[in-house]
C-alpha cells in the first residue's frame, strides 16, 4: 500500500525512464513533471507527497526534527499553506564536515483538488513526517428517478 | 531519548545483504558532520523512519545507516504529487581507526538520527604539564 504513495510513478519499467526523465528535466529545466503554478524547486525544504482516495486528500510532509508547535497550518479553499521553523543548533566548539540539514523558515504551499472539505481537516506529526488529511466532498451520486 | 539500535556485531550482516539484493533506490539522508576534541557528531534526517525500522552498524570501520519508512497509506491511494519517490534510507561512512566503533551511540528523536562516535581516549587532546626548574 505505502507503494501507492511512492512508487506509483515509478513501477519498473517506467520507473528508470521516470527517474532518468526527471534527471534530463533537472539538466534542462524545461520538461518533467506538469508543474503546478505553485511549484518549487525539487529539493525544497519539506519534501512534499500527496496522495488521494475517492474519500480524503492526504498531504505528507517529510520535516523531521520539528517542534509541532511551530507548524503553522492553514487552508483556504483547496489551497494548503504550511509554515515553520527549524533551528539545527551549532556546536561553537566542533569544526563541520558537512552541514547538509535544512536551518531556517520553511514554507510550502499545496493545491489540492477542488472537491475537499477543509473544515474537516486533521493533522498528525509522527516520526518526523506531518500529515494532513483533508476528507472530499460527497460524490454527487447519479439519483433514480421512478416514473409513475 | 532511548538508544535505538545496538551497533550490532560485524557478523551480523543480513540487512546490508538484503539492501544490496533489491534492486531499489536509496534516499541519502541530509546529514550533519563535525567534530569537537572529543568525538565526532552526526545527524541524519530519516523523516517517516521508526526506531525499530532503524539499524545502524559497524561493519569493519564502515558505518553503515539504514532506515525503512512506515507510514500508514489507505488502500487504493494515488499519488497526486510526489517529491519522495523511495521509502528507504542508506549512507555509509568509512571511520578512521581513532574512532571508538564499539562505543557508538545512537538517538532518534521525530526522524533525527544522532550519532556520537567517541575517540579513543589516546587521541583525545590533553594538556602537558611543564615542568618549572
Redesign the interface.
Known amino acids: 500500500?505505502?507503494?501507492?504513495?511512492?512508487?506509483?510513478?515509478?513501477s519498473d519499467p517506467f520507473g528508470v525512464a521516470q527517474?532518468l526523465e526527471d534527471e534530463m528535466a533537472q539538466l534542462h529545466s524545461s520538461w518533467g513533471w506538469p508543474a503546478?503554478i505553485r511549484s518549487v524547486r525539487?529539493g525544497?525544504f519539506?519534501?512534499?507527497?500527496?496522495?488521494?482516495?475517492p474519500e480524503?486528500?492526504?498531504v505528507?510532509l517529510?520535516?523531521?526534527?520539528?517542534d509541532p508547535k511551530s507548524i503553522d497550518l492553514s487552508i483556504q479553499q483547496n489551497v494548503l499553506t504550511v509554515s515553520g521553523n527549524r533551528q539545527?543548533p551549532t556546536?561553537e566548539?566542533?569544526?563541520?564536515?558537512?552541514?547538509?540539514?535544512?536551518d531556517g523558515d520553511f514554507r510550502r504551499v499545496?493545491a489540492l483538488?477542488d472537491d475537499v472539505d477543509p473544515d474537516r481537516t486533521v493533522a498528525t506529526?509522527r516520526?518526523?513526517?506531518l500529515?494532513i488529511t483533508v476528507p472530499r466532498r460527497e460524490a454527487v451520486r447519479p439519483r433514480q428517478i421512478t416514473v409513475n | 531519548m532511548t538508544p535505538t539500535q545496538e551497533v550490532t556485531n560485524p557478523d551480523k550482516t543480513e540487512t546490508v545483504q538484503s539492501s544490496t539484493r533489491e534492486q531499489e533506490?536509496l534516499l541519502r539522508p541530509?546529514?550533519?558532520?563535525?567534530?569537537?576534541?572529543h568525538g565526532i557528531?552526526v545527524?541524519a534526517?530519516?523523516?517517516?523512519?521508526?526506531k525499530d525500522r532503524l539499524n545502524v552498524q559497524v561493519d569493519q570501520n564502515q558505518l553503515l545507516i539504514e532506515g525503512t519508512?512506515?507510514?500508514d497509506?489507505?488502500?487504493?491511494?494515488?499519488?497526486?504529487?510526489?517529491?519522495?519517490?523511495?521509502?528507504r534510507y542508506g549512507a555509509s561512512f568509512q571511520l578512521s581507526p581513532e574512532l571508538e566503533t564499539d562505543r557508538i551511540e545512537a538517538n532518534l528523536?521525530?526522524?533525527?538520527l544522532a550519532l556520537r562516535i567517541p575517540k579513543r581516549a589516546e587521541f583525545r587532546p590533553h594538556r602537558i604539564e611543564v615542568q618549572a626548574g
Request: charged share 20%.
Open positions: 500500500m505505502l507503494q501507492s504513495l511512492f512508487s506509483s510513478f515509478d527517474r503546478g525539487r525544497t519539506p519534501p512534499v507527497n500527496v496522495g488521494a482516495t480524503r486528500v492526504d505528507y517529510f520535516a523531521a526534527g520539528l539545527s556546536n566548539e566542533a569544526s563541520y564536515y558537512r552541514r547538509e540539514r535544512f499545496i483538488p506529526y516520526d518526523g513526517v500529515r | 533506490f541530509a546529514t550533519d558532520i563535525s567534530e569537537d576534541a557528531t545527524l534526517d530519516m523523516p517517516g523512519v521508526s519508512m512506515a507510514i497509506v489507505p488502500t487504493g491511494m494515488e499519488a497526486l504529487y510526489a517529491d519522495v519517490r523511495a521509502t528523536v521525530d526522524g533525527v
